[in-house]
T-cell receptor
Framework: DAGVIQSPRHEVTEMGQEVTLRCKPI?????LFWYRQTMMRGLELLIY????????DSGMPEDRFSAKMPNASFSTLKIQPSEPRDSAVYFC?????????????FGDGTRLSIL | AQKVTQAQTEISVVEKEDVTLDCVYE???????LFWYKQPPSGELVFLIR??????QNEISGRYSWNFQKSTSSFNFTITASQVVDSAVYFC???????????FGKGTMLLVSP
């Protein structure tokens, strides 16, 4: 079975440009999560969706960040305009939400560098 | 609010040594879930184990074992006879019932040298 698929794996772009990160969750999973990992702050949850609906976006740093999940098999995280401090590894994860929480499965991440 | 503390930032051992990674958690919820993830140098996050708060049985999987103690709010991870391939950053995480989100510790970097 395919795992969580993220694209691109690496992105290098100049400050001010729009960046779009993409995620395809595991088929059948109905919860999707976006995390950011930096040396200073570790792994932080940015936003998560249940059944394509954003449930908690309190971790989104500011209005420059937005996330969408138009259907059960696709999500995007967009940064516009990008800034050097947005440089990080961004992970997408998915799980099957149930009364007994199951594990989140992570994609390989997108390493983002803003120059 | 939930909190996970991994006090060991980095541990270095020689191959075949046993090593224990500590994890202490804080939550007021009585139903919660604890996880360990491994992040090897290649960067991906690999799920290792999930444990719920009602199951305090220790678990062993090959060279890996986990010790869950509610009395000390700890969920420690032991690797027996460590190998170079065990070198990675290990994260402990917590989730409470009714919420899907994970609260991660800062991670412990394990370096296993030949």
């Amino acid at each position: 079975d395919a795992g969580v698929i993220q694209s691109p794996r690496h992105e290098v772009t100049e400050m001010g440009q729009e960046v779009t990160l993409r995620c395809k969750p595991i088929s059948g999973h109905n919860s999707l999560f976006w995390y950011r990992q930096t040396m200073m702050r570790g792994l932080e949850l940015l936003i998560y969706f249940n059944n394509n609906v954003p449930i908690d976006d309190s971790g989104m740093p500011e209005d420059r960040f937005s996330a969408k999940m138009p259907n059960a098999s696709f999500s995007t995280l967009k940064i516009q305009p990008s800034e050097p401090r947005d440089s990080a590894v961004y992970f997408c994860a998915s799980s099957l939400f149930a009364q007994n929480l199951v594990a989140q499965h992570f994609g390989d991440g997108t390493r983002l560098s803003i120059l | 609010a939930q909190k996970v503390t991994q006090a060991q930032t980095e541990i270095s051992v020689v191959e075949k040594e046993d090593v224990t990674l500590d994890c202490v958690y804080e939550t007021r919820d009585t139903t919660y879930y604890l996880f360990w993830y491994k992040q090897p140098p290649s960067g991906e996050l690999v799920f290792l184990i999930r444990r719920n708060s009602f199951d305090e049985q220790n678990e062993i999987s090959g060279r890996y074992s986990w010790n869950f103690q509610k009395s000390t709010s700890s969920f420690n991870f032991t690797i027996t006879a460590s190998q170079v391939v065990d070198s990675a950053v290990y994260f402990c995480a917590l989730s409470v019932s009714g919420y899907s989100t994970l609260t991660f510790g800062k991670g412990t970097m394990l370096l296993v040298s030949p």
